[in-house]
């Protein structure tokens, strides 16, 4: 029977689009519900992590925060986010993602709905560090469960879909946060998000299983996950994984263009409002950004097709990933042309099109890490390549602020130097990643 599926399956895989996702979901479809719930989760973790930044006027005036208590609140988040990415990713490898990520989740959860009981600035910087720390472990999370689950050729799609759930998250928070702030007030929006995490407690805790472990996976879908032969797991200290060529290929690159991303969170809204003089309201700033967002889902889904696509017609993984992040790369060129732009919506085009092609490239600087990375070792290397990115985005802001002062609020200087970062992460990962899986010797 396996042998009738995986020729049907190989059968329509040049018949385009279509008759490749026919072809995957012949084999069955176990794994698109495990991807549905790190996708759900991935939302969550951007509510909770969005919903301060809207309610901080509110907050502000409720609690007379300074500028540098906000700014020391989000610094201590920061803080605990790269703290906890290199801490979680070697939990997850030790314990597993099921445990892992269940108890993650159960901490974060407490630590969000705990924001609704603090009354000064200190409370939210204890409860934003300690969300920090427990959230740091989605993503390493997130890339377990896809290594797990996924094979190469499909690893980029799944990545995509997961991580577009930031996206949605950062369309959601504004839209929906409002009204419960409007009907029940600030406290309680916290702890209705920290609700929200517990009932994914649950639905995780129930339906989630390694892929040997699910009571009701089919035997070809598991035989089409491990189709690639991986070398025998054994056990590796810390210290020995540093010592990996694959894992600073990966740091490095991914410390350079993350905090990217920090940058169009944070100073998007700004640079909108200085060049367009748009208020802060649904329709003046918030359709704009909408869109950009909108955007970088399909990059995000849409990038990992492009390099399953590549590997579908018998391109090597690795060269499929590094190719599609060159024409990524070359993408992201649009966003020089937003600073001087003739109007707001060439500007919101120039940044939504660099913004989606960011996504894009992310979908494939992670698969890329997969495919070289033994599964037994995934969350440990991406937790420490999150670790470097996030301390890049700690200081995100400071060099964005030294630029923009020295330049009398010019960004055409920042949209400059953008694209250059990818390219140098590109060169990098080039030389640097390994083009097969390592076989780790104890």
Known sequence: MFHTEVTSHASVAHTGIGGKIRGAMAVGKTRWG?????????TLNYIDRAALGIMQPFLAKEMSWTAMDYANINFWFQVGYAIGFVLQGRFIDRVGVKRAFFLAVLLWSFATGAHGLATSAVGF???RFILGLTEAANYPSCVKTTRLWFPAGERAVATGIFNAGTNVGAMMTPALLPLILSVWGWQAAFICMGLLGLIWVV????????????????QSELDYINREVEPAPVKVPFSRILRMRGTWAFALAYAITA????????????FLNQQYNLGISVTQMGIPLML?????DFGSIGGGILSSWLIGRGMRATTSRLLSMLIFAVTIVSVIFAANAS????AVLAIAVAVGAHQAWTANIWSLVMDYTPKHLISTVF???GMCAAIGGMFMTQIVGAVLTATNNNYNVLFMMIPAMYFIALTWMYFMAPRSVEAIKD
Do not use: Q
């Open 34 to 42: 495990m991807l549905a719930l790190v996708f759900f989760a991935t």
């Open 125 to 127: 910087m204890v409860c």
């Open 203 to 218: 639905v995780w805790s129930l339906k989630y299983y390694n892929p040997e472990d699910h009571p009701t996976v089919r």
């Open 259 to 270: 905090p990217v991303f920090w940058f169009y969170l944070y100073w998007l809204p700004p």
């Open 292 to 296: 950009i967002w909108l955007t970088a």
């Open 343 to 346: 109007g707001l919506w060439v």
């Open 383 to 385: 937790g420490f390549g």
